[in-house]
């Protein structure tokens, strides 16, 4: 009897023992399983790379009939699932092909169980055949002759008795080997099975949502229903027209003198991310002509996202900018629900006009943010105000903005979009415009 051990079992030793599996070819040791012909498992034991494994191919002949090596994988293609189990599919294949294992390396939704097993982490691995000295009776053994006799005695001798059924009684090895088959046993699949997967869908929800809409279609198609006035139709669209303009978001700033984000300069800051002097700006608008500022500025802000089909589309969202309550008031009772963020300069008397004038409660129902420049010393005044700094003091990664650093502005005006997006996504999802 040879006592060469399992080629599998032994790759399995060396991997979980971790000694250490490296390569050899005719000029000795190499460092690549591409350009070698033999594995080194131990010291002791050294096998071609193209030895066939335990493991039998999906596509391989039945359990039951005589399978030849064709129909296993060889030691090398075993030996890559498990060095590359958690690389990519595109590696993964690129390397089997690289190694001339194209069309026999093992399956990438096998790889995985395979190296699990290798790892000694499942004690089972389907496709894995048993060793002949797991089982007690080999499978494939044919039925005793002597069992036989008898019914060919009778058969020969032209008896006229009735053949008496006996109970079989199963032998407690064969039951064993039978456990071991199916525990063993590979299940074909096919793309359809493999798209399906194993979890059960329940569509009842999608179900549920549509059938009180099916029930008014189908009460609106039974001759003699009265259809719905035209006119209330038509109203209810315009008034719907009318309330989603009116649902921009509102940001409201400081209008205090030394507020860095003033109405002169929040456009080209919020819109093209460029941060002016406050008192640079309002010296060009007064060049300009424009010796008053506005009191209510829209923001267009372009938005880019990937959509179901994986192209790129370009949005754009209007925002309004106002200084104060009483610009605020033009938008209506409700322009308060429409508020997403206040700019405070930390003095609170910015909010005495304000619906909510203390500064907890204020930005409990408003995003807050306090602007300063990098150099400003702490506010202490804000440290309960639940606000966001745009202010950063190295080497923080947060945001900032730096009168000697004029190219970090892009990075401060992403950041705010950023904050203002997530916290008006959980308190004012409504107001998010796709």
């Known amino acids: 009897m040879s006592t060469t051990p399992d080629p599998l079992n032994a790759l399995r030793d060396a991997i979980r023992t971790k000694k250490g599996v490296t390569y050899a070819n005719g000029a000795g040791p190499c460092a690549s399983l591409a350009a070698a012909t033999h594995i080194v498992l131990a010291p002791a034991l050294t096998l071609p790379k193209a030895t066939p494994t335990r493991l039998r191919k999906p596509d391989a002949a039945a359990p039951g009939a005589q399978a030849g090596a064709g129909d296993f994988f060889r030691l090398d293609a075993v030996l890559l699932a498990w060095l590359l189990r958690d690389a990519s599919v595109g590696e993964y294949m690129r390397t089997a092909r690289e190694a001339g294992l194209l069309g026999a390396f093992v399956s990438n939704t096998e790889r995985r169980g395979v190296a699990e097993w290798l790892d000694g982490k499942t004690s089972q691995c389907k496709g894995i055949v048993p060793l002949e000295s797991d089982s007690t009776t080999p499978p494939g053994t044919p039925p005793s002759r002597s069992a036989l006799l008898p019914a060919a005695a009778g058969q020969a001798g032209g008896s006229t008795a009735s053949t008496v059924k006996r109970r079989h009684v199963p032998d407690a090895a064969d039951a064993d080997v039978v456990k071991k088959i199916k525990q063993n046993e590979v299940e074909l699949s096919d793309r359809t099975s493999v798209l399906r997967g194993t979890k059960p869908n329940n569509f009842n929800n ?82 300009e002509g424009n010796t008053r500022p506005e009191d209510v500025i829209p923001i267009y802000r372009k938005r880019t996202h990937i959509d179901t089909s994986g192209q790129e589309r370009e949005t754009s969202g209007k925002y309004v900018v106002v200084d104060g309550v009483e610009a605020l008031a033009k938008f209506g009772t409700d322009a308060w629900d429409r508020v997403v963020a206040v700019l405070t300069t930390g003095q609170a008397w910015q909010f005495k006009p304000y619906k909510w004038n203390e500064p907890k409660t204020l930005f409990h129902h408003v995003k807050g943010f306090y602007v300063s420049w990098a150099n400003d010393p702490p506010n202490t005044k804000i440290t309960d105000w639940n606000v966001t700094e745009l202010k950063a003091r190295p080497p923080s990664a947060q945001p900032l903005i730096d009168q000697h650093r004029r190219h970090v502005d892009k990075s401060v005006v992403a950041s705010f979009w950023k904050t203002l997006d997530a916290w008006t996504l959980a308190n004012k999802p409504w107001l998010i415009q796709s």
């Open 206 to 287: 999608v179900r549920l949502i549509y059938a009180e809409k099916l029930k008014k279609l189908k009460e609106a198609s039974k001759p003699g229903a009265v259809p719905p006035p035209a006119a209330a139709s038509k109203s209810d669209a315009k008034s719907q027209l009318r309330k989603a303009r009116n649902m921009q978001p509102i940001i409201m700033i400081s209008s205090s003198p030394t507020s860095l984000i003033t109405m002169y300069n929040v456009r080209r800051f919020l819109q093209e991310a460029s941060f002016d002097n406050p008192s640079d700006a309002r010296a060009r608008a007064i060049a």
